[in-house]
């Protein structure tokens, strides 16, 4: 379409200085979002074509610098080294110019052309804050271009000025910025070294930076390079090191933050009195000793209202509509083309139920997407973390964990999607393998079937036992984590506060639709395979009458006696366990219809007419179980209560004692996470490894914890 | 003396960064945590760790056991 060559735009700047914000004003839907090679980082890009040239943006994770430290940095440095672009465009906070320029100061040493998007420069005008852009252009040799992506202003002179600035890149080269004397006689030493001895090195990297990162010993960068560093000559680190001390990577800093501070006296006026911020103002409050942690509570319970309530009746009608009418119709289509009754049963229970048993699951994750980046937006995410890190660092988590297991009671899956708040990986993996022991809705209607049977005077006291026990768990077991899968990290909670900012709503909205839409697409698939996996272990061999014939039944005697240790050691027991691996509720649906099943077959003799069919549908084996993945999320108490289940309670009193129905509650609370929550894991990581973990040590666990209760009680003398 | 015992309020010179292990040292001055910096304290979370500091215009929070690395000057 176009013959011009791409111009290809690196987008790099600190946090919080509304990148994401200035991307989605100029891309908008264009946007294409992906990961990371590897990483569970986040990748945008976007295409388009401006005033005759085609832009392609790419979107580097935010970061404060570009040491090898964080995951955010090391992607960052390594994709600007490895595949320079044709420029950088750099988001600069202007209410924040000094640390910000910290950045800035990093990107110019890699000599890449470089324009500055001076953004949230109204608010810094309002603020009384005065930057001379021309100068500070004419200093660092860039174009400094006033933008506002929230009020959409100065965004079209940004892209002219790419565009210049691709049409003539030697023209606009950062300037080379002198870091003293000192410095810049030790980066001559090491040039003359790396001249004579790896010349080669001088294609592969950018000079400059190469030279301040043999200087600053950066490990990675040696290692690369294939330098040790015994054989760099010794003379010019000795030299450094008698006049300013050992710590050379300190040393840096200092210069390129003393050189950030000259600029910022040359450029920056500051208003001569202050009146104290509105973020001030809002933190005297929020982050007060005794209103803080009040204040905090409210807004958990706000979050976990509006996340799961609001997103329930949307989440009602997709079930209701992928259970009633799509299935009618498709009754109706494979009815008049004469498809035998298996493929009717297979689109229907197999096909519609998974791509139902996914998207029921939408509401909800836009629902958490949205309040969440809402929160992280406007800047309190940061203050929850704060309040609340003192009590989850006791028990080796970071502030931030504490919203996504509070997400995990309403659904494990949201929670598991509320982790990518976490910056650092092992926080985030860690955080994430905690959650399925919070006790979620979909488990809620197991435990109220058998506290109603077993435990009718202490219900109540018993359900909270079984949300104890998970959390009691989930504090050992992240200490056991901490001391075996993680050991040898460093925790770190050096966070900044940012100043509390209204989020623009579009952006809101692009965010929360591409994580919708990736859910949608990459755990989907997963979702939507086991549904159809589940049908063909229920419903074959076609035509079986008796529940313990089928294939399920089979394979629920085959591993029974693994249960027998724990109480429940019967097929019965085992089948609905298994079932329960697309959704903890279905347990109670498999239960019913093996120890209750309806007498279902005189309605589709008489009645095989469409309104009837559903009926019929839904309470067909697999049918039961899409309704309890449809209602997963919503405590499903009321969703249960329809139904007659006196002939179910009566079965299970007869299979069960009450120590053995504690320990099946037990074993359902721990045992491995949904499918949706593994699916979700494996979309979230990348990787098979941390998802495989959680089901592995959730169902060990399950195992243990089930068998001590079991045996313990016995012991006891419980057994009655 | 450190940062960690400043109460809140009071501001001080960053003398320099010790104690702290690598990846920290180096995040602590990737965030303006530098020498010659002056840094306030603003407050301590309600339960007692973190605590907030301005520097360079801007907040950072940080756990005690962090600031404890950083040996600083009380400044009036």
Known sequence: MNNRKQIVVAVAGNPNAGKSTLINAIAGSRLHVGNWPGVTVEKKEAGFEFEGHYIRLVDLPGCYSLSPYTQEEIITRDYLVQEPPDLIVNVVDATNLERNLYLTVQLMELGIPLVMALNIYDEAESKGLRINASQMAETLGIAVIPTSAVKKSGLDDLLRTVVQVADSPEAHRPKRLNYGEDVENALEGILDHILHSHASLLDRYPVRWLLLKILEED???????????????????????????????????????????????????????????????????????????????????????????????????????TGGPFKRWTEVVMGTIGAPDWTVSLVNDGVIAGVGSVLVFVPVIFAMMFFITFLEGSGYMARAAFVMDRAMHAIGLHGKSFIPMLLGFGCNVAGIYATRTLENPKDKVLTALLIPLMSCGARLPVYVLFVGIFFPDNSGTVIWVLYILG????????????????????????????????????????????????????????????????WFLLNLPWGVENKHESYLGRAGSVIAPVFKPLGFGTWEAASSLITGVIAKEIVVGTMG???????????????????????????????????????????????????DTTALNEAVKGHFTPLSAFAFMAFVLLYMPCMVVVAAMRQEFGTWRWAGMAALYSTLLAWVVAFLVYQGGMLLGLGG | MNLSELKPGQKGRILKLESTIGPIRRRLMDMGVVPGEIIKVEKVAPMGDPIEVTLKGYSLSLRKGEARGVEIEVQP
Not at chain 1, 226 to 253: C, K, V, W
Not at chain 1, 282 to 295: E, H
Not at chain 1, 516 to 521: D, V
Not at chain 1, 610 to 619: H, P, Q, R, S
């Open chain 1, 593 to 643: 219809e093996i120890y209750a099943p309806k007498k279902d077959d005189e309605g589709e003799k008489e009645q095989p007419t469409l309104g009837e069919d559903v009926k019929e549908i839904m309470v067909s084996f697999s049918g039961a179980g899409i309704k309890a993945v449809s209602s997963l999320f919503y405590l499903p108490i009321e969703a249960e209560k329809e139904e």
């Open chain 1, 219 to 321: 490990a990675s960068v040696l290692k690369a390079a294939n330098i040790t560093s015994g054989s760099l000559p010794q003379q010019p680190f000795d030299h450094l090191r008698r006049a300013h001390g050992d710590d050379i990577e300190g040393l840096m800093a200092d210069a390129r933050y003393a050189m950030v501070a000259g600029l910022c006296r040359e450029v920056l006026s500051r208003p001569e009195k202050r009146n104290p911020e509105l973020t001030e103002r809002i933190d005297r409050i929020v982050l007060n000793r005794f209103l803080g942690i009040p204040i905090f509570m409210a807004a958990m319970w706000l979050l976990f209202k509006l996340t799961f309530d609001l997103s329930a009746p949307f989440g009602e009608w997709i079930k209701d509509m």
């Open chain 1, 471 to 534: 959390m009691a768990l989930a504090v050992l077991m992240g200490f056991l984590f901490k001391k075996t899968l993680f050991r040898g990290e460093v925790p770190m909670f050096i966070m900044e506060l940012p100043p509390y900012r209204m989020p623009s709503f579009v952006s809101l909205c692009l965010h929360t639709w591409e994580k919708g839409k990736h859910f949608l697409i990459k755990a989907g698939t997963y979702i939507f395979a086991v549904s159809v996996l589940v």
